[in-house]
Structure formats: structure tokens, C-alpha cells
């Protein structure tokens, strides 16, 4: 069984980058593909993007095309999602999940504030 | 991209009770469908796979149907633990969108 483990929370003032980390263990040979999908506060689930680490191929939702860069260390087997530009809106929390999102990891909290 | 349209938004319903949520799309997205159940505090559950596949340990009070544009989540003999916000998401082609959730009270 794959488990996917992000890093802790964080505090960012706008305007700065976040980068979350999502790391994974146990039979990863399922999760080939990972997404990164947030939810701010109040709102529902969004797709942001995703990337597939033996290519390290990202695609992006447009929403976010030009402010986040995913991209994978398939020697730690680890996948980052890194935020430019942050605004208010940003807070949210942060998870990573394997292709089928069958596999999530436990959720990042970014709060972006002054 | 495609477009994602649940309904409804929330809805109330007793223990034992049987409920329905919908999800259309803007277009034809085969089976390519995903139901979640997500709880405060805590990540997704995948519960529907393929619109209609039941995933591994979830309680078999769970079903889903449809395919092209139509697609349900039904929940029969609802239990107190089923409170909680659910989702459709589509993975036929990017960007994957979900929809914008249904809110279920348990009365």
C-alpha cells in the first residue's frame, strides 16, 4: 500500500512563493501520476495540476499556468508543488493524491496574510 | 474544459433514508467519473470509481450509475456517519474538475 506524507503547515505574506512537499512510501509503482488539489476556505475541491515523475511531465489547470510548478525527485520519491505570487485567496489547504485519488496525502494549510 | 454541474447543493435527510446527488457534464465523458466523500479535518475519500465501481472497504450502502453526460450517486439507508460534503469529478481529459460539492446533514 502507497502513503503519501506532506509537509507542515505554513505562513506566507502575499506577494512570496510556498513550496509543499509531498512524499511517498510503501508500493509506489500505483501512484504514477500525482495531482495536487486544494480547497480554500468555504469553497469546494479544485485540480491544480499534476505530474508524472518518471517523465517529469507537468500539466497545469489554466487557472494556475504561470504561478505553480510541480516538479518531481524520483530519487527521494518525492513530488513539490511550488506557489508563486500569492494572494489572499490562496489559503487554502494543500493535498497531493496519487492517480487514481485513490491515495491522498494528510493536507498542507497555507495561509497567505500580511 | 469541461463543465461540472452538481446537484443539489445541500440536502437533509434521516438515518435509514435513501438519497440521490447528480452530476452532469458538458460533455460526453464516458465512465471517466469519480465520487468522493470529504469530511472536515480530513483528506477525499474515494468512494465510486468509473462512475459505478465501488471502491475497496467502502460500504457497500454506496452505489453509482450512469455514464455520458448523467451520472448519480445514490446512498441508501443513510448512517450518521455519512454527514459530510461530497463530490464528482471528472478524469477524461485536463484539466480534472470536480463538482461543487453537495452537503449532506443527517437529520
Known amino acids: 500500500q502507497a502513503h503519501l506524507v506532506q509537509s507542515g503547515a505554513e505562513v506566507k505574506k502575499p506577494g512570496s512563493s510556498v513550496r509543499v512537499s509531498c512524499k511517498a512510501s510503501?508500493?509506489?509503482?500505483?501512484?504514477?501520476?500525482i495531482s495536487w488539489v486544494r480547497q480554500a476556505p468555504g469553497q469546494g475541491l479544485e485540480w491544480m495540476g499534476g505530474i508524472l515523475p518518471q517523465f517529469a511531465a507537468a500539466n497545469y489547470s489554466q487557472k494556475f499556468q504561470g504561478r505553480v510548478i510541480i516538479t518531481a525527485d524520483e530519487s527521494t520519491s518525492t513530488v513539490y508543488m511550488q506557489l508563486r505570487g500569492l494572494k489572499s485567496d490562496d489559503t487554502a489547504v494543500y493535498y497531493c493524491?496519487?492517480?487514481?485519488?485513490?491515495?491522498w496525502g494528510q493536507g498542507t494549510m497555507v495561509i497567505v496574510s500580511s | 474544459d469541461i463543465q461540472m454541474t452538481q446537484s443539489p447543493s445541500s440536502l437533509s435527510a434521516y438515518v435509514g433514508d435513501r438519497v440521490t446527488i447528480t452530476c452532469q457534464t458538458s460533455?460526453?465523458?464516458?465512465?471517466?467519473l469519480n465520487w468522493f466523500q470529504h469530511k472536515p479535518g480530513t483528506a477525499p475519500k474515494l468512494l465510486i470509481y468509473h462512475a459505478s465501481n465501488l471502491e475497496t472497504g467502502v460500504p457497500s450502502r454506496f452505489s453509482g450509475s450512469g455514464s455520458g453526460t448523467h451520472f448519480t450517486l445514490t446512498i441508501s439507508g443513510l448512517q450518521p456517519e455519512d454527514t459530510a460534503t461530497y463530490y464528482c469529478q471528472h478524469f477524461d481529459s485536463l484539466p480534472y474538475s470536480f463538482g461543487q460539492g453537495t452537503k449532506l446533514e443527517i437529520k
Open positions: 493524491s496519487s492517480s487514481a485519488f485513490d491515495v
Open positions: 460533455q460526453d465523458i464516458t465512465n471517466y
Open positions: 510503501g508500493d509506489t509503482s500505483s501512484l504514477y501520476v
